[in-house]
């Protein structure tokens, strides 16, 4: 049994990343580019998708992640939430498809999320994006890499020209009557890429709607903070994870020194 003190992460990781990879050898046979997928579809609670291909991945990484690490409790989206996992120290949060929608009508812009969080904070996170081929991961206090490079965000206290957003119409709405001039970026359908994107810096503020959850955004998170930026409410607040509640209200996600700047303006 690997224990994860932060020594071992760096054991931890590798495993972690073969398994997000593995994962993503499964999805993308169902994935058809421009079109439909080939995985079957249904929607649970009337409204949120769900494919064959969400539930394979789920199974896959439960049993992966698990073997890896069998004291730690779990949370995902596609699997009923067992509270025995707020009495764990240690939790695996995991989104096997981010942006299913996304993966379902043959747009590339979704990834397998995983996080380890330990006593409510992430310390480790693998976000893998398979149609980019891209890998992000970020260890605590040791920090972040996409395949393999170095993600470190500048340290500059203003914007660089417009400011470069993407997130929902509203949110970026109001940041335009505070900042100007501002660039809209096309929504990305991943929360996870769309905050990974801002800590590899194509992305200048990446806005959240209410009621993401845990899974959206622990490992895009730690990638961020790691990066150099933060993800906080519009009050400041930084997101805890595996609460008997996993949801969270509106957030932002931008440089660190930028943050009070960006979040002054929704503030407004």
């Known amino acids: 049994?690997?224990?994860?003190?932060?020594?071992s992460l760096s054991s931890l990781a590798p495993a972690v990343r073969d398994a997000a990879r593995r994962a993503g050898d499964l999805a993308v046979p169902y994935f058809r580019a421009g079109a439909q997928s080939t995985?079957?579809?249904?929607?649970?609670?009337?409204?949120?998708?769900?494919?064959?291909?969400?539930?394979?991945?789920d199974t896959y990484l439960k049993g992966q992640l698990s073997e890896?690490?069998?004291?730690?409790?779990?949370?995902?989206?596609?699997?009923?939430?067992?509270?025995?996992?707020?009495?764990?120290?240690?939790?695996?949060?995991?989104?096997?498809?981010?942006?299913?929608?996304?993966?379902?009508?043959?747009?590339?812009?979704?990834?397998?999320?995983?996080?380890l969080v330990r006593d409510g904070k992430p310390v480790l996170g693998i976000l893998h994006a398979p149609i980019h081929d891209r890998l992000y991961e970020a260890r605590l206090g040791e920090g972040a890499w996409s395949n393999g490079v170095r993600l470190q965000l500048p340290e500059a206290d203003t914007f660089p020209g417009a400011v470069r957003v993407a997130g929902p119409k509203p949110l970026v709405d109001r940041l335009e009557r505070q900042i100007?001039?501002?660039?809209?970026?096309?929504?990305?359908?991943?929360?996870?890429?769309?905050?990974?994107r801002v800590a590899e810096g194509s992305i200048d503020v990446g806005l959240v709607s209410a009621h993401?959850?845990?899974?959206?955004?622990?490992?895009?998170?730690?990638?961020?903070?790691?990066?150099?930026?933060?993800?906080?409410?519009?009050?400041?607040?930084?997101?805890a994870y595996n609460k008997p509640n996993p949801s969270h209200d509106e957030m932002i996600a931008v440089a660190s020194r930028l943050h009070p700047r960006a979040i002054g303006a929704m503030r407004a």
Do not use: C
């Open 1 to 7: 049994m690997l224990s994860p003190s932060p020594l």
């Open 39 to 57: 995985a079957k579809l249904w929607y649970k609670g009337g409204s949120s998708p769900v494919t064959e291909a969400d539930i394979a991945l």
């Open 68 to 115: 890896l690490l069998p004291e730690a409790g779990w949370l995902s989206e596609e699997t009923v939430d067992d509270p025995a996992r707020l009495g764990r120290s240690y939790v695996w949060i995991v989104d096997p498809i981010d942006g299913t929608r996304a993966f379902a009508s043959g747009h590339p812009d979704w990834a397998i999320s995983i996080a």
């Open 180 to 196: 100007n001039p501002v660039e809209r970026l096309p929504k990305v359908p991943s929360l996870a890429l769309r905050l990974a």
């Open 212 to 239: 993401s959850q845990d899974w959206d955004i622990a490992a895009a998170d730690l990638i961020l903070q790691e990066a150099g930026g933060r993800l906080t409410g519009l009050d400041g607040s930084i997101p």
